[in-house]
């Protein structure tokens, strides 16, 4: 009887040690949605890659791309987008049909392009690469409003560039920006940021023609509750953008 003992008393240990992994590899993405809702970003960051699943290094991509963007020094953000392309990618090695997972390498691929210059980014086939990210994610969720605001503003963002050649080597189209930004709306009405980015495009495609649309967006993303310092962020973001226009 004493061998089946030991081996069962095996058997626990291996269960309650992997139980145990689990609930900790929870608590680190926990901790890490916390303290980006607090303003910590890049020990959220840490926090998120450290638990390891594709989760959270798209998490941790998510972070570091929206630190970069928004509140990182000038000379650090081509170094952040950098690792949140490599983070984005190994998350994409480990669960290629997760749409989150998809959002984030186009998201940090869409950052990085910023940073060096779109011109650059499609000599460099940045475009086409970030083009099929999004549309895997669309593909695995239809209805995935980060998806669908990234594709808006890669058609805005080729046309704002590239102009003609741009519509015609990857079909860029206008009507694409509204179309998306439409369908992100419809799936997230309360979604600050989009309104926001949907404000930003059509003022780049076309201030004279698009700044009362742009205007409503801005109100309507003020109107907003800001319930964690990302929210405030891009609270002082509506308003500057807003400020500009009047």
Request: glycine residues 6%; aromatic residues 6%.
């Amino acid at each position: 009887m004493r061998p089946v003992l030991l081996a069962t008393a095996i058997i626990v240990l291996f269960a309650s040690a992997a139980t145990l992994a689990r609930a900790d590899n929870a608590n680190l993405l926990d901790q890490a949605r916390s303290l980006f809702a607090a303003g910590d970003y890049l020990p959220a960051a840490d926090r998120a890659r450290a638990q390891g699943s594709a989760e959270g290094l798209a998490l941790a991509t998510q972070i570091t791309c929206y630190y970069g963007r928004y509140l990182a020094p000038e000379e650090e953000r081509l170094g952040l987008y950098e690792g949140a392309i490599e983070m984005a990618a190994a998350a994409l090695e480990l669960d290629p049909d997760n749409a989150f997972v998809r959002v984030q390498n186009a998201h940090a691929l869409g950052r990085y392009s910023q940073q060096i210059g779109v011109v650059e980014a499609i000599s460099e086939g940045l475009a086409g690469r970030m083009r099929d990210q999004i549309d895997a994610a669309l593909a695995l969720e239809p209805d995935n409003a980060a998806a669908h605001m990234l594709l808006a503003n890669w058609h805005a963002a080729i046309i704002n560039n590239s102009g003609f050649i741009g519509r015609m080597i990857y079909g860029a189209e206008e009507d694409e920006v509204f179309t998306h930004y439409g369908e992100a709306i419809r799936v997230s009405p309360e979604d600050a940021q989009i309104r926001i980015e949907f404000a930003r495009a059509v003022l780049e495609l076309d201030e004279d023609d698009n700044s009362a649309l742009a205007q409503d967006q801005l109100d309507i993303a003020l109107a907003l509750p800001a319930a964690t310092a990302f929210a405030e962020v891009l609270r002082g973001e509506a308003a500057a953008l807003l400020e500009s226009l009047e």
